[in-house]
């Protein structure tokens, strides 16, 4: 089992900047790809950023030149660093690890952005 806890989410105006960390912890060998996902309600689950064990990075095209998804291995902990912060960007920002044939995911943090 991996377990993901997400934090840094809050409320921002419009063009303000905030950083997820997702922190990882327990059994990280098995764990290759790790990315952030949001949600707003009655819509599907999204994906943002993505990064793989070699740091390889894809991002989705609404967020290409604001976002920024990085990892420290060493603290097992992905961020994202997230600018240019717009009004469309709010939702719960959801943590996933993957690996071979398990997929866990964090509890999510809420990000809000004000016009």
């Known amino acids: 089992q991996v377990q993901l806890v997400e934090s840094g989410g809050g409320l921002v105006q419009a063009g303000g900047s905030l950083r997820l960390s997702c922190a990882a912890s327990g059994s990280i060998f098995i764990v290759n790809t790790m990315g952030w996902y949001r949600q707003v309600p009655g819509k599907q689950r999204e994906v943002v950023a993505s990064?793989?064990?070699?740091?390889?990075?894809n991002y989705a095209d609404s967020v290409k030149g604001r976002f920024t998804i990085s990892r420290d291995t060493a603290k097992n902990t992905v961020y994202l660093q997230m600018n240019s912060l717009k009004p469309e960007d709010t939702a719960v920002y959801f943590c996933?690890?993957?690996?071979?044939?398990?997929?866990?995911w964090g509890q999510g943090t809420q990000v809000t952005v004000s016009s």
């Open positions: 996933r690890a993957r690996g071979g044939s398990y997929n866990f």
């Open positions: 990064i793989s064990s070699g740091s390889t990075a």
